[in-house]
């Protein structure tokens, strides 16, 4: 798969190296980007993973650039990647109209209503295209992987997943969008991309598939939320995941943080020792 990889640039980081590509996706029927740190243990070995599903509005180098995770990375022997945030440059009309749908908002769901089904599969790119890249281009061990996001991001991380649980051993977020089926954020998306059917959009629904999944093995799933978020009681509903995860679930309030990357970047290496713990590396 090596051959389908365009390098668009390259850089030293922590003995190691992050480097971001650009390749042509089956799923989504078009050029995607992501991003990939490989700490300097890929040198003599393949390394656990952890993928980082970025929010609304942010690309594959957000997080690389913001986040400061690398350092814990290389210190745990973790490869980080990120892709984008949705397909780009699709020609779907007003594709890049509304800030919250569309380019930079694929609530990475595999979208069923035209125009937006051919280009919009952002959970089947997540869960099997991208790591079947990875895993086949570079040394990352594609047996030992977790999940990671923020805001849109980690919603995304979590229902995904919840959906492919044997595929991943944890899951975290910060500011997750816990409900989007009933918050306006995710309806607006949901409405455009799966339709007026109500019951597809419990797929994409954490505080759905929790309830769903009770009494159910789940992977072990890190939840991190400032108590200063503007998004929480109109967005996030952050607080409705209390009592769910039958004890798989660890919420964590931290007031004063509000909704940015300053907050990530206080708390990243909290879960990145998660990941590390749960992969095995500790």
Not at 119 to 142: C, I, K, N, T, W
């Amino acid at each position: 798969m090596t051959e389908n990889l365009k390098l668009l640039e390259e850089h030293a980081c922590f003995g190691g190296r992050v480097a971001r590509y650009e390749h042509a996706s089956e799923s989504c029927h078009g050029p995607m980007r992501f991003s990939i740190y490989l700490p300097r243990q890929t040198a003599t070995r393949r390394v656990p993973v952890v993928y980082f599903l970025a929010g609304l509005t942010c690309t594959e180098e957000t997080f690389m650039i913001k986040a400061g995770a690398q350092r814990y990375a290389a210190e745990w022997g973790l490869a980080l990647v990120a892709p984008d945030t949705s397909p780009r440059r699709t020609g779907i009309p007003d594709e890049t109209r509304d800030w919250d749908l569309g380019s930079g908002a694929s609530f990475y769901v595999d979208a069923t209503e035209e125009p937006w089904s051919r280009h919009y599969q952002m959970h089947r790119y997540v869960a099997e295209e991208l790591p079947a890249l990875v895993a086949a281009s570079f040394p990352v061990d594609g047996t030992c992987q977790a999940l990671c996001g923020h805001s849109m991001g980690g919603h995304g991380a979590l229902t995904i997943g919840l959906r492919h649980g044997r595929r991943y051993r944890s899951l975290s977020a910060f500011a997750p969008v816990c409900a989007p089926s009933r918050t306006p954020w995710g309806q607006k998306a949901f409405g455009v991309y799966l339709g007026s059917d109500e019951a597809r959009w419990r797929d994409y629904d954490t505080v759905a598939l929790l309830k769903a999944r009770e009494g159910q093995a789940i992977a072990p799933m890190l939840v991190d939320q400032g108590g200063g978020d503007p998004y929480l009681e109109r967005e996030l509903k952050t607080q409705w995941l209390e009592g769910l995860g039958g004890g798989a679930l660890t919420l964590r309030w931290h007031e004063g943080y509000d909704h940015s990357y300053f907050f990530i970047a206080s708390f990243i290496g909290d879960h990145m020792a998660f990941h590390a713990r749960h992969l095995g590396v500790t």
